[in-house]
């Protein structure tokens, strides 16, 4: 099982906000990062 993180603040609270043909973006509740890049850990 994978664990995503945010990148900015370490937080779990991060789900995938956006997701297609475009691309994938991600969003921490958090800190309120979004983007692509988020940490994962197994
Ligand atoms: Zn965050």
New binding site residues.
């Given amino acids: 099982m994978t664990i995503k993180y945010?990148p900015?603040?370490k937080?779990r609270?991060?789900y995938l906000y956006l997701g297609g043909t475009v691309g994938i973006l991600y969003k921490?509740k958090?800190?309120?990062?979004m983007g692509p890049i988020i940490l994962e850990e197994d």
Avoid at 30 to 33: A, E, N, Q
Wanted: proline residues 0%.
């Fill in positions: 945010c900015k603040c937080s609270s991060i921490c958090k800190c309120g990062y």
